[in-house]
């Protein structure tokens, strides 16, 4: 009989709900297909991570984290933390489908674990507020508006690929065109 390992289990899952929720969104995820493709007892997921929706909460507050690791706030360097942010969601695109799908299904409802989500962002933004204290930033917008423009105009061009494709083009020097624009956007939109 082969011994039981815990963490390899609770990681197959978590995998596997990634995959689930980013394809099916909250409503549409099923247990079932998270425990098939994880090879867990379905009573594993629910003894590990709680109902359904907790375990999305707790997906997307660990990619979250994943996300703010790799890709700090650099506030001395926008053009490239961008950059970084743009690759980063090329690499994972689902931790935007994840926060999409929470949009469409909490709208402006409080979120499970917010005040974890509050803290997270707080970070990003005392990161920007700095910035504006040096001088690096400008101040002329509020920290947090200015992380929240950032990031949706980073974001938006993986997010709607039909729109990029139609409005763009769908070619690669149309792709690097506009991650130039969305540099050269986010340096104006930052500058003193």
Known sequence: MAARDPEATKARIFEAAVAEFARHG???????????????????IYAYFGNKAELFAIVLEKKMLHLAEAVPVDPDDIGGWVDRLMDYHAAHPELLRLLFWEGLEYGSDELPHESDRQAHYARKVAALRDGQDRG?????????????????????????????????????????????????????????
């Open 26 to 44: 909250i409503a549409g995820a099923r247990i079932d297909r998270i425990a098939a493709e994880a090879k867990a007892n379905k009573q594993l």
């Open 136 to 192: 690096v930033v400008t101040d002329a917008i509020p920290a947090a508006d200015l992380l929240f423009l950032l990031t949706a105009l980073a974001n938006w061009t993986l997010v709607v690929p039909q729109m990029r494709r139609i409005l763009v083009g769908g070619e690669e020097p149309d792709q690097d065109r506009l991650r130039s624009s969305v540099k050269e956007a986010a340096r104006r939109l930052t500058a003193r």
